[in-house]
């Protein structure tokens, strides 16, 4: 890659800050000119205005994050053997922080944070699942799906390259079984709990592994109590609860589909559905008919889907998860918990912390945090990369 006919992008002037602080993308504007033509998904050596070298790259043309970093050295040469590595690496990490102990689903590539920018890879169980969404990556997706076989030794490799993102680097949808047969019914067991998982239909690849910590951590808090569970997707949070002694808990998703396997995953851990209410409904809605009811509750949790995917979408993200937690603070009964999140990159946890401290003071109710929290230990976050930081979680606890 020394050699005079390497692929190179050259900074404009200023613009190499943000990587010599090792921040892993080059916005289209930070770039001055190119050499040697690179096209869509090359590997660049970008340098600096002034020629001092920064980075090895996968370029794209078009899209506004232009060059995405795949190493910090002048590597030999980007190919099969260095995806390889890579996912090497992050299979090890996972394995050296004893997740294998904790659950049987786990994130075993989680993009930038494990230098592999655009994969996300999730493994339930013997089934893989994949997710492309930069051209990089998609380069070398049959180098990763012959890392992901010799490594993990699935019995199936399912790509979901279907998020939104990837209209962005302008790649097409792709989904479906790359590797071996899907099985019927996929299921993991994460603590000592069971879970059913939906990897072709599901939302992201079919569960919400960031979220296993905070579910573990919240539905311990639920003994005795009566539960409501906002945006349930599959019941996570739910079935912790019901493991715990919860003494009811009503749980709300808009999509049936959604509700139908939170009731599949409540049964499978031997819980009856009897003592629950499941309500299929947008949730901004069903909080007001709850509060016109005179309804409350002790432990409200309110886990929402990514309201803003960066910073553009802030504002009226901010809206939503003011009226939501406003709605959550008056339905809480005194003492009572609210464990509320927010999944959007474009939400700083500072942010965070103030929309739900002008919705408690819009609500007229004192809290105080017990808890901050943020996604598992297998979605690391790059020091210097705080949109990898998406997953932040304050767990407040309302005035006696
Ligand atoms: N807490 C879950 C993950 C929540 S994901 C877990 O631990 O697994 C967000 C969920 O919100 C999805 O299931 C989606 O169907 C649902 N959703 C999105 N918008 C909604 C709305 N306006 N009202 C109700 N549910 C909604």
Known sequence: MKNNKSKKIFLKVGKEKSL????PWVFSGAISRTENSPTLGDTVNIFSAQGQFLAQAAYHPQAQIAARVWSWEQEASIDADFIHRR????????RQMGLTKLSTG???IHGESDGLPGLVVDQYDRVVVMQISSVGIERW???????LRNELDPICIYERSDTEVRTLESLPERCGVVFGDLPANIIIKEHSLMFQIDVSSGQKTGFYLDQRDNRASVGALAVDKDVLNCFCYSGGFTVYAKQAGARSVLSIDASQSALTLAMHNVVLNGFTTDENEWICADVFQALRKLRDQNRSFDLIILDPPKFAPTASFAEKAARGYKDINLLGFKLLRPGGILASYSCSSGISSDLFQKIVAGAALDAGVEARIIAYQSAAVDHPVLLNFPEGAYLKGLILKKRL
């Open 20 to 23: 010599l602080r090792r921040h």
């Open 87 to 94: 996912i090497a690496q992050a299979i090890a990490f996972r």
């Open 106 to 108: 786990m994130r075993i």
């Open 141 to 147: 997706r049959d180098a990763c799906i012959g890392s």
